[in-house]
């Protein structure tokens, strides 16, 4: 066997296997998990599940529960998390880069200029960040919501050390 033919051979395997881990993952997961990976799936991203004891989606539930309200739409909710992902994320860079959180601040306040509370409530989730989920160092990249029964939702989130 040439090595172009082990090299297929390798790949069609590679397939193969990805497919199996689908298979016996796909069934555990909720359906904003199974949008998560679809979406990164066609970025070419290799997702992979958790293992540690930290569930950022549980996590990120938390830190967003001050600001959500129980009669908020699943719209309202998304919007809201939008702006807790980039208060999570610019809290990390901060530590790391005083110029990247200060870029981050200029985007939020760009969104809605005439604004002032949205900059307000962004300062405020990047306080609480820092205050209360310091020792949580990943990025968060991507999530996703998806509506359930009643006024309950789905919460997938994708992270990754800085």
Known sequence: M???????????????????QKTLIEPVLGPASVELR????????????NQSETKYS??????????????DNLDIVRAKYIVGVAAWNSAIMKEKSKKAYEKAKQEIASVMPD????LLLFEEMVRRKQDGF??????????????????HYELSVASTQL
């Open 38 to 49: 679809k979406r990164t799936d066609k970025l070419g991203v290799v997702v992979r599940q």
């Open 115 to 118: 604004s002032p509370e949205l």
């Open 134 to 151: 310091a020792k949580y160092k990943n990025i968060i990249v991507d999530f996703e919501l998806q509506e359930l029964k009643g006024a």
């Open 2 to 20: 040439g090595k172009a033919n082990k090299l297929k051979r390798i790949r069609r395997l590679n397939e193969v296997r990805l497919g199996e």
């Open 58 to 71: 549980e996590l990120l539930k938390y830190f967003m529960s001050p600001i959500i309200d129980d009669d």
